[in-house]
């Protein structure tokens, strides 16, 4: 079975900085894109930032400049790097990927829990 974990989520004042990390395990044959979501009290799940398999990121021109996304192949996770953070961000994070199984074609789209982030003005 595989799984994402996410954590490093807190409580932080605007302007602070948290980083997330999102680590896959379980029976991995290899990962395409790995990515961060979010959402908000009352709203629908966004797209925060990407990372593909080779290396190229996508991110919300939201989080643009403020955000960095990285990933540890070796380690099968993906990082969240959150600064100059604003009340506006406050949100549940889902981590993302599309993970292949051994001895199964495609990739499966699997999620994580959910990390919560808050940030205080």
């Known amino acids: 079975q595989v799984q994402l974990v996410e954590s490093g989520g807190g409580l932080v004042q605007s302007g602070g900085s948290l980083r997330l990390s999102c680590a896959a395990s379980?029976?991995?044959?290899?990962?395409?894109?790995m990515g961060w979501y979010r959402q908000a009290p009352g709203k629908e799940r966004e797209f925060v930032a990407n990372v593909r398999n080779g290396g190229v990121t996508d991110y919300a021109v939201s989080v643009k400049g403020r955000f960095t996304i990285s990933r540890d192949t070796i380690k099968n996770t993906v990082y969240l790097q959150m600064n100059s953070l604003k009340p506006e961000d406050t949100a549940v994070y889902y981590c993302?990927?599309?993970?292949?199984?051994?001895?199964?074609?495609?990739?499966?789209?699997?999620w994580g829990q959910g990390t919560l982030v808050t940030v205080s003005s």
């Open positions: 993302n990927a599309g993970i292949g199984i051994p001895h199964s074609s495609g990739y499966r789209d699997i």
């Open positions: 379980g029976s991995i044959f290899s990962i395409n894109d």
